[in-house]
């Protein structure tokens, strides 16, 4: 191995020759491999968090609401609305990306001698949030069609006992949300050991119609969280805001793990204005989800074989050599994404131009 400078630090063991996280960021025509919304920020939303940043920066000599109160009240309502189930502002926790408020969870749930489960492939933050805080990650397994029944994930959860298990739905990379009966027998298996039961709800947003979100169990189950982000369909990746809905008593357990004002009141006032402006951004999320049915429907067309989505991208397989049509569709201008399962590729769902792009790219690729 060679040395890098890193190994002269006296760095913590677990992390010596350990890479960071880093999906490339290289700036081509269409950038489809961090599921960002491809569209611009619409106009009235830059204006309103001009205005609303403009306003906080005239009190930036103070400290901002510790209890980011606003905020947490226009989540509570952004989320009662979206999923029909009344959130109050009580059960809302947020922080600079859900990536934050994961880290938040496992400081106050996981930690040194305590385990972290989460089900492969999955998003690939989840080993490293578990490493940060000093926790065993145990990768449970899926179905060889990357899907989770019910029994096998109350199975594996009944023989691991893990502090905390994830569950990430939409799942990411894949794509399918789960129905809510594995969220349920996932539950039940975790009561035996007191699990904490913690639903990604990053792609929530563009989920199919008549998928539930895990809101939906909330009521009665004071160890589930449901994460969600406005990285993806606010469109908001670089404000970074991301949060969560649990009973009331789990937001006073992430107070005392969070650092002293970490929502600075720049980021609150973006988050705010966002919100205020939650239909437009929406309205994106519905071209988003047609592009994204476009893409499942064309790439079966070809012949490949994409997974059932509810999220703002597709993973398909089918191809013969995938880094070989990833490199064919960045040549194009296209970066896409490759997750490191052999014949598979990850696209964002993006404009309809960019979608005809990507779709025109790979079709050359497979008629080369
Ligand atoms: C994108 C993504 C997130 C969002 O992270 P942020 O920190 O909110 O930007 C969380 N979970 C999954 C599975 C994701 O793909």
Known sequence: MTQSPLDALPIREELRGQQPYGAPQLNVAAMLNVNETTYDVPTEVVEAISSQVRA??????????????????????????????????????????????????????????????????TYSMYPLYARGVYSDYIPGTRSPDFTQSAQDVADQIRRHRPHVVILCSPNNPTGTALDLEVVEAAYRAAEESETMVVVDEAYGEFRQPGTPSALQLLEGRPRLIVTRTMSKAFAMAGGRVGYMAAAAAVTDALRLVRLPYHLSAVTQAAACAALDHAEVLMGNVERIKAQRDRIVTELEAMGLTPHPSDANFVFFGGLDDAHAAWEHLLDDGILIRDVGIPGHLRVTAGTPEETSAFLDSLRRYLNR
């Open 56 to 121: 906080a920066a005239q009190r930036l000599n103070r400290y901002p609401d510790r209890e980011f109160t606003l905020l947490r009240e226009k989540l509570a309502a952004f989320l009662s609305a979206e999923s029909a189930v009344p959130v109050t502002p009580e059960q809302i926790w947020a922080g600079n990306g859900s990536n934050e408020v994961m880290q938040h969870i496992l400081q106050a749930f996981a930690g040194p001698g305590r385990s972290v489960m989460a089900f492969p492939p």
